[in-house]
C-alpha cells in the first residue's frame, strides 16, 4: 500500500505517523496554504543535480536544466545557483531563466517551433546555442541573425533513430518523430548551415525520449552521434561540443532506472573509448533533477462507494496532474498521516473534481481515508505544474520550496481575478 522506500526518499519520509519532506511535516504545510499544494525539496534537487556532478567529475561538462519539467522561478534559481545552464523551448522560457538570475550564455534553445521573434529575443540575450530541428528552421534562424548583424551559435539536433523503450508520447528519436534531422541528411545539412554567414556551427545534440529507464538506448545513440561526428568533422566542420540530451527516468513505481553517475560512467567509457573523451559535453535532464524532489498535497473530499468502484473524490484534478490523463502515468499516492492500524482498507479510484471521466489521479489504489484526510501524491516535481491548466477555470494550486527545517511560498495559489485577467467584455 504505501511504497518501501518511498520515490523522494530520503528527503521524503515519515517520522512517526507523519509525512516530512526534509524536515518540514506537509500536514502542517496543507493545514497554512492550503490544497492542492506542490511541495518542493531543496536538497532532494542538488542531490539529484549531485548524482550528475559526481558522474562529470573532471570533464568539461555544462548541465542544462530542461525547464520544461518544471519552469518555476523559485525552482530555477536553486539549479542557476548551482551553477547550471538551461535547456528552453521557447521565449517565455527565456524570460524565466533571467528572472531567476540564470546566465544566458548557458542557455541552449531547442524546439521544432521557434519563431522569428523568439529567434531574435535569444540572440539579443546572448544566449550559447541554438539547438536546430529542420533544414527551413537553419535558414530562417541564418536570415534572422544576419539581419541583426550577429551570428547565432548552432548545434544540430539528429535523430538518431533509437527505440527508448517508453511511452510513446515521449518518445522523440524515432524515425516517425517530428524532431530533429535524419540521420542520413545530416552531413549534408551540417554542409549546409557551415556555409550560411549568420550561422556558426558549435555543435551536435540529439535527445531521444524521456523516463527512459534501460541504459542501452543511451549507449545506442552514443554510437550513432558519434559515428556522424566522425563524418561531421572529416567533411571540414569542427564540432566544439556534444550535447546527449535529457530523458534519464525516474522511480514512479518501483521503476529500476541507471542513476545518473552510474549511466555516464558506461558512456564516459564508451566515448573515452571511441577518442572523443576530451570533447565538451552539454546534457539537457529535466525530470531526473526535479521529479521525486516533489509532491503535490490534496484533500480528501468525498467517499463515493459504488457497485462496481469505490471513488475518492479528492481537491485535486487532472488539471494540476495530467499526467495520468495524458499517458495513463501511475503516480504513488499516500496519507499524511498513517492511519490507525485497524482502519479500513478500501480500494478506491482517487478522481479530482474535474467533468471528465479522464480527470483520475490514481486507480485500484489500497486506501483507508475518509473526507478531510489529506493524501500526497508523489513524483510531482516534473511535468506536473509545468504542464497544469486552468480547465474548469480553476486556479493553479501554490507551490512551497522546503529547506531544512525552512519552508519558502514560492508561487501564491492562482485567483479567479489572476485566470480573467487580460479578458475583456467585448459590449
Ligand atoms: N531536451 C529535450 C530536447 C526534450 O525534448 C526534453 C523533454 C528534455 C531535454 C528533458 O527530458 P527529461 O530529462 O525530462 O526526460 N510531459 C512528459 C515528458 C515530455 C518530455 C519532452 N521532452 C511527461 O510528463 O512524461
Avoid at 12 to 35: I, K, N, P
Avoid at 131 to 151: K, P
Avoid at 279 to 293: D, F, I, T, Y
Avoid at 358 to 372: E, H, K, M, S, T
Wanted: aromatic share 6%.
Amino acid at each position: 500500500m504505501i511504497p518501501s522506500p518511498l520515490p523522494g526518499a530520503p528527503q521524503l519520509a515519515y517520522r512517526g505517523d507523519a509525512l516530512h519532506l526534509e524536515d518540514v511535516s506537509l500536514s502542517d504545510l496543507a493545514t497554512v496554504h492550503g490544497t492542492p499544494l506542490y511541495v518542493y525539496s531543496k536538497a532532494s534537487m542538488l542531490a539529484a543535480l549531485g548524482a550528475y556532478q559526481r558522474g562529470f567529475a573532471r570533464r568539461d561538462v555544462q548541465i542544462c536544466y530542461a525547464m520544461k519539467a518544471n519552469s518555476t522561478l523559485g525552482v530555477l534559481q536553486v539549479f542557476a545557483r548551482a551553477g547550471c545552464g538551461f535547456d528552453i523551448v521557447s521565449a517565455g522560457e527565456l524570460r524565466r531563466v533571467l528572472a531567476a538570475g540564470g546566465d544566458a550564455s548557458k542557455v541552449i534553445f531547442s524546439g521544432v517551433g521557434k519563431t522569428r521573434a523568439e529567434m531574435r529575443e535569444a540572440l539579443a540575450a546572448g544566449i550559447g546555442c541554438f539547438n536546430v530541428e529542420s533544414e527551413a528552421e537553419i535558414d530562417v534562424l541564418d536570415e534572422v541573425a544576419r539581419a541583426v548583424g550577429g551570428t547565432a551559435p548552432v548545434s544540430i539536433r539528429v535523430n538518431p533513430n533509437v527505440d527508448p523503450k517508453t511511452h510513446p508520447y515521449i518518445s522523440t528519436g524515432l524515425k516517425d518523430n517530428k524532431f530533429g534531422i535524419a540521420h542520413e541528411r545530416a552531413v549534408a545539412v551540417y554542409r549546409h548551415a557551415a556555409s550560411l554567414p549568420g550561422l556558426k556551427v558549435v555543435g551536435i545534440d540529439c535527445h531521444i525520449g524521456s523516463q527512459i529507464t534501460d541504459e542501452t538506448p543511451y549507449l545506442d545513440a552514443m554510437d550513432r552521434v558519434l559515428d556522424l561526428v566522425a563524418a561531421i568533422e572529416a567533411a571540414g566542420i569542427p564540432l566544439h561540443h556534444i550535447d546527449f540530451g535529457g530523458g534519464l527516468g525516474i522511480d514512479y513505481r518501483g521503476d529500476k532506472p541507471p542513476s545518473a553517475d552510474a549511466l555516464w560512467k558506461r558512456l564516459l567509457a564508451k566515448l573515452d573509448a571511441r577518442g572523443y573523451g576530451g570533447r565538451k559535453l552539454l546534457v539537457e535532464p529535466g525530470r531526473s533533477l526535479v521529479g521525486n524532489a516533489g509532491v503535490c498535497l490534496t484533500e480528501v473530499l468525498y467517499d463515493k462507494p459504488g457497485e462496481h468502484k469505490n471513488f475518492c473524490i479528492v481537491d485535486a484534478a487532472m488539471n494540476d496532474l495530467p499526467r495520468p490523463a495524458m499517458y495513463e502515468a501511475y503516480h504513488a499516492i499516500v496519507p499524511l498521516v498513517l492511519p490507525a492500524a485497524d482502519a479500513p482498507i478500501v480500494t478506491v479510484d482517487v478522481v479530482g473534481p474535474v467533468c471528465e471521466s479522464g480527470d483520475w489521479l490514481g486507480r485500484d489504489r489500497q486506501l483507508a481515508v475518509r473526507p478531510g484526510d489529506r493524501l500526497a501524491v508523489l513524483s510531482a516535481g516534473a511535468y506536473c505544474m509545468s504542464m497544469a491548466s486552468n480547465y474548469n477555470s480553476r486556479g493553479r494550486g501554490a507551490e512551497v520550496l522546503v529547506d531544512g527545517a525552512a519552508s519558502h511560498l514560492i508561487r501564491a495559489r492562482e485567483s479567479a481575478e489572476d485566470q480573467m485577467r487580460g479578458e475583456k467584455l467585448p459590449g
